[in-house]
């Protein structure tokens, strides 16, 4: 509970630091979010029409939560901390009945400080659900074919969990094959067996009538939304998998070795572990060498692996259990290489929302400043605002009801033009506007703040900086002098 609770307490003191992703401007829109009215009937049309590639599992729960908790984004946000709570809960269970009692305590501190799961607390998206399920049916699954609970509720569970996980996200299909090549394979042929076979069957089947969907989303993809991308190769796929199931230490590979032992010695729990992870590894391998679709951008794709990864660490780690001091070092290790991670690797690779200007806090801090026919200018190393979705752009979200103009550069784009091109620019996109409101991020400065500076000097003068936003300076400028 002490892992939970303050999990739960660092995950909320952050639903509001961020804006939200582009993808996540997406969720709202599909789950009815930008519309007066709405119902589900609405949530499946935009899923049909704009969102194939997506299964709608997650965007029901977002249109619930929605209409009970409101569609404010950090409201919608704790939608994705809850499932990253139930998450913690599902991966001590599993650790507890499966591996041992401090193998469940080792497990739930282990995922709670893996920090590229944590990046996922905050956006709104599916993937903490994705997780939450995926631990579900795994739990679920196991406690029928190891531990031998094989009532009519374990395998109504079974079902259930089975439905949940296979449309809460498209990459479910992974984790599904490494199950049932572990029951055809590796689990003894009786009644119970068919059973569970039948409960798969059956949710399979029930999930047919989105496949149709999912592969006119994939074809679309395939050609050519994902664009110029590095694609992972094999060996990349897996090693990516590993690092950001690992914090980025290479050191626990030896835990994960010590695992294999279990299966040697016949351990039904770990060679159930170690199947679905090696057959799910290979699904993922095979669908980027057809479609191209994952680059180290998308690593969130694999994020349903890496409990796996961590409960195999853990089956290691059990074997050092006689040297408690040993096992207690280690995971003060990986508590620290988890708080170490951000410095050595940077969220902003795999999450370009982070490290970027809160523009929804400047939005909030300008309301009553704001005139119509103003400027918002600036520049951005974080989230590119001038990407835009079916729905329109993050920015237009946050300043909808503003009259305002809005042109926040990206520092990428900015870095492929010389000094003489940028100001040239700057000079001719400013020089139409009577305010203007500079806004970057105070770490940002280099180059660029001159080159804004001297366009604005041509006509505008500066009025004031305010700094009272963190990490972030706003710079009003006006025409013929401060009022």
Known sequence: MLVILVTFALATRLLDDYPILPDGLRSIATAGGLEAESDLSSVFEKLTDVSQQHVPGYFLALFVWGKIAGWDPLLLRTLSVFFGILSLALIFRLGRDFVSREAGFFSIVMLASLSFYNLWYLPVRMYTLFVATGLW?????????VLNRTSPGHYALLFLASIAFLYSQIFSLAVGLGLAFHHLFFVAKSRHWLFVAGAGALAGVLFLPWLSTLLTGTAEIVGGEFGDIRVLSPVETATTILSLSMNASILFLG????SVRQVLNRDRASLALWTILIMAIAFYVAVNRATGAIDLHRSRYFVVLFPLIILLLNVGLAQLSRWKLVSLGILLFWIASGL????RVGADIFVRSYNTIPVQLVERHLRE??????????WSGGLSFAYRTPYGGVIDYYFADDAIDI????????????????????????????RIWLTYELDNTARFHKLYQDALALAHARCFRDRTLAQVSIELYQRSGCD
């Open 137 to 145: 049916l795994i739990w679920i699954y196991l406690r029928i074919v």
């Open 340 to 343: 170490l991670y951000q410095r």
């Open 255 to 258: 835990l994960l070795a010590l």
């Open 369 to 378: 400043d704001l005139q119509p026919g103003d400027l918002l200018a600036g």
């Open 407 to 434: 042109e926040i550069q990206h520092t990428y784009v900015l870095q492929q033009l010389d000094d003489a091109e940028i100001s040239a620019t700057l000079a001719e996109r400013f020089a139409g506007y009577r």
